[in-house]
């Protein structure tokens, strides 16, 4: 899509889409989508009983730091993923459109828990039906709570996109949500395996 | 006695007295105290209750009553649309006293409780944003929980709960997840 | 107005602060004077902060929604001078989910879903209140059976744990012991591992239902319970050796958001804040539920009204909680887990095929719902924020016909601009986490 700006204007304009995709590139764009994908840290955004769930996820006995990501940024300038943990009101949805205007790009959201992704058990006035409506959205991860083994499958899944740089090429064109949903995996009394995305 | 008739019994043993307190009759609701003030009587009343010792306003919410202008209410109480329903707690002697005071729809003010309780603030506001009704001399009657340019009182029986009819995905490829109910 | 419509038209909505300087006196005044009871004189002499003659210019700034150290999406606005705050406005509203309207559509034996999700910390105590309400409305609450009442207590219990450990974690956060954050999740997973072996999940369980509770106790359940017990108890006597003695712990809360005993009844907090001005008033010992009349515990009550005493009150809490739990499992009786009464209690699943009147019941409860008669009213547990209570009007119907949930933090809230006046900007930090606020159960 930029063949004709030059390889230098190209990445000026537009990062590393705008590189022409050639086999000597190739291995340039492979190589940042490796490390994007191993160190995305998340803008802080839990506002309801799933924020419980990804603390927890965040903390020792799930750790997801092992995915490069227990640093929880508070400024979204330094955030790469957005995780909507959480019930939307109406009057959290401006803040929630701002805080997603002021991350960097290359930026993705996970949707977590039924209320982010679909308004949940909240049909009513009060609650924005699916926070799709507000920013687009890469994965969305059921459950109510999710539970953390939900929540890593989902965090995984994105990062296998990331990875094989999928993601980032489907957001220029369309501007629109990867919109994959993942399956709940339940909480059980032992360890569970993880699928993880599609490494 | 026992030769007496039942009749003359019943002539000569007195009807217990109601129970009241500060004037208003003492009304039982499942074995909790209520009492059923007008809006005039309404902030003396708690007054003289914090005198008493009901040193905590615990709870101050309201009640539609649209759907139920014939519920059960004593004698002499006029059936409105809103009610005010305040709970006291009285520490010192472990007591909870409930008083439901009637607010018409055509004119839906009441005294504010801010001057006795301050922590009634933020539930009149509260109050104000679900129900509409005003409190005289508040300090800041704002909305609370809804963004400030809303319209409407959510929380009144005629206004409607916001069901959207849910989108069930026909293809995988839909941006919306769909839910049962 | 469609959503977009709305975000891209402007601003948040103003539900602001105003400059000191644009407040009339007389309104100055209620905000300080009313909640003292003092005269006006008095008020004004309170209400006046030395002004620093070379800068008379006050700031506002704003702390939230989106916030680190929020506890959710609370949005506090400070007028500053300085570092110093001269008053403070919480901005609620963030998470308003319309549960009191939803609630009205669904019947008691789905309210419990509901209710559970608004103050999240501690889901079985708000499945508790709404049960407790239900059940006095329907006329059962004393023929629950004791199994029952006591796994009720079990729960109750082993969720102000959870909740305390959770408050740990994040107050240790907020002050700069980082690490904190992760030894408080780690004692908070071995009760949410009971939890889900016992309800079915971690969180949100909708497990306390009218008539009972949902299912029986596991086999093995009381080994569980006892080396949960046995892990967490060494790890609170790390937190004493970690925290409670450390000087930079007891500078950074000794002192900060002081609340006196007048104050704190005057805006109607309750829970550790209260007691941690002195006041002994706990409603598991003073208005006794359940059967903690016949369980020995302490009430924890501090003397300062500083953000250390209501660290210090939780901290202790959670060891009487375990107290309590170690009662339970000598005295746990055997028996039914739910009430015998066909029309509130849906039959065991066997029984369906068997006999059709178990069928019929089965069918009416979870379509129809069970009727509850006309009445009102309103019944107060001790949640560890404070007391929650849940007042239900109902019209003989399967469904409330109102139902409020008086939520502790909502409350405890407006304790904020009392303790922060005076304070440092660094001390709102402090003095939110002591507060311990949910903002799911304070905007509902």
């Known amino acids: 899509m930029s063949s004709d700006k030059g390889l230098v204007q190209g990445i000026v304009d537009d990062g590393l889409g705008g590189i022409q995709h050639n086999a000597i590139t190739a291995k340039i764009e492979d190589l940042v989508n490796w490390s994007r994908s191993r160190s995305s840290w998340p803008a802080s955004f839990g506002l309801a009983c799933c924020a419980m769930e990804m603390m927890a996820t965040g903390a020792a006995h799930y750790d997801i730091s092992r995915f490069g990501m227990e640093v929880f940024r508070a400024s979204p300038r330094q955030a790469d993923i957005m995780i909507v943990a959480g019930r939307v009101s109406q009057k959290m949805a401006p803040v929630l459109r701002q805080v997603y205007d002021q991350m960097m790009e290359p930026k993705w959201v996970i949707s977590m828990g039924v209320c982010a992704s679909s308004g949940g058990m909240f049909n009513n006035y009060a609650i924005v039906q699916g926070v799709d409506q507000v920013v687009p959205v890469d994965v969305y991860a059921p459950g109510c709570p999710p539970t953390p083994e939900t929540l890593i499958h989902a965090i995984e899944t994105l990062h296998g996109l990331i990875e094989n740089g999928q993601l980032l090429k489907r957001r220029t064109e369309s501007g629109a949500g990867a919109n994959v949903h993942v399956t709940e995996i339940p909480a059980g009394a032992g360890p569970v395996q993880v699928l993880l995305g599609s490494r | ?181 | 107005m469609s959503i977009v419509d709305t975000i891209r038209s402007g601003n948040e909505p103003e539900q602001g602060l105003q400059p000191r300087s644009e407040l009339t006196a007389r309104e100055l005044l209620r905000e300080v004077g009313s909640v003292l009871r003092m005269s006006e004189s008095e008020a004004a002499r309170l209400g006046e902060v030395p002004v620093d003659a070379g800068d008379d210019q006050t700031m506002i700034i704003n702390m939230g929604p989106q916030h680190p150290s929020t506890h959710g999406v609370l949005r506090l606005m400070l007028e500053l001078q300085g570092e110093e705050v001269l008053r403070c406005k919480p901005i609620i509203g963030y998470l308003h989910t319309g549960m009191e309207k939803t609630g009205e559509s669904l019947t008691y034996m789905q309210g419990g879903t509901n209710v559970t999700r608004m103050d999240y910390a501690s889901p079985l105590n708000n499945e508790l209140v709404f049960s407790l309400a239900t059940e006095k409305l329907l006329g059962i609450d004393g023929d629950i059976p004791e199994r029952a009442v006591w796994m009720r207590m079990l729960l109750s219990e082993l969720n102000r744990m959870s909740s305390h450990l959770l408050f740990m974690a994040t107050n240790g956060m907020d002050l700069g012991a980082v690490s904190m954050m992760i030894y408080g999740w780690r004692e908070r997973e071995e009760v949410l591992r009971f939890f889900q072996k016992v309800t079915g999940l971690r969180m949100n369980h909708n497990f306390i239902r009218p008539g009972g509770v949902a299912a029986d106790l596991p086999d093995g359940w009381r080994d569980d319970v006892l080396r949960l017990l046995d892990v967490i108890t060494p790890r609170l006597d790390e937190y004493d050796v970690l925290m409670t003695g450390q000087p930079i712990w007891r500078e950074r809360l000794q002192g900060v958001g002081i609340i006196t005993e007048q104050e704190a009844l005057a805006l109607g907090a309750t829970g550790p804040i209260l007691r941690s001005t002195g006041v002994a008033w706990d409603l598991r010992r003073d208005q006794p539920y359940l059967r903690y009349s016949e369980v020995e515990f302490d009430v924890i009550v501090g003397s300062y009204g500083d953000a250390f005493d209501r660290y210090a009150i939780r901290l202790n809490e959670i060891r009487e909680s375990m107290k309590i739990v170690r009662q339970v499992l000598d005295r746990m009786p055997s028996g039914d887990y739910r009430i015998q009464n066909k029309k509130v209690t849906p039959p065991p699943r066997a029984r369906i095929d068997e006999s059709m009147e178990a069928l019929i019941h089965h069918f009416k409860i979870f379509t129809e719902g069970f009727k509850v008669p006309e009445g009102e009213t309103y019944v107060a547990i001790e949640s560890p924020r404070g007391e929650i209570g849940c007042y239900i009007a109902s019209d003989g119907s399967a469904t409330p016909y109102r139902m409020h949930v008086r939520a502790p933090s909502f409350v405890n809230i407006q304790c904020m601009p009392h303790m922060l006046r005076g304070g440092l900007v660094a001390d709102a930090v402090a003095v939110i986490s002591s507060v311990d606020p949910v903002l799911g159960e304070v905007d509902r």
């Open chain 2, 1 to 181: 006695m026992s030769d007496s008739t039942p009749t003359e019994q019943e002539q000569t043993a007195p009807t217990p007295e109601p129970v009241t307190v500060h004037g208003l009759p003492l009304t039982d609701s499942r074995g909790q105290a209520v009492l059923h003030p007008s809006r005039e009587q309404y902030i003396a009343l708690v007054k003289k209750l914090l005198d008493d010792g009901y040193a905590m306003c615990v709870d101050l919410t309201a009640v539609d009553y649209l759907l139920r202008p014939g519920r059960p209410l004593p004698d002499g109480i006029v059936h409105e649309r809103f009610e005010v329903v305040v709970n006291l707690l009285s520490l010192r002697d472990r007591t909870r006293l409930r008083l439901r005071v009637q607010v018409p729809e055509s004119d839906p003010t009441i005294a504010t409780l801010f001057d006795l309780h301050p922590g009634t603030e933020a539930m009149e506001r509260e109050v104000y944003d679900m129900f509409g009704i005003v409190f005289t001399d508040h300090p800041d009657l704002t909305r609370i929980l809804m963004p400030e340019d809303w319209d409407g009182h959510p929380l009144r029986k005629d206004y409607d709960q916001g069901r959207i009819p849910v989108q069930f995905s026909a293809d995988s490829s839909a941006t919306a997840v769909g839910g049962a109910r």
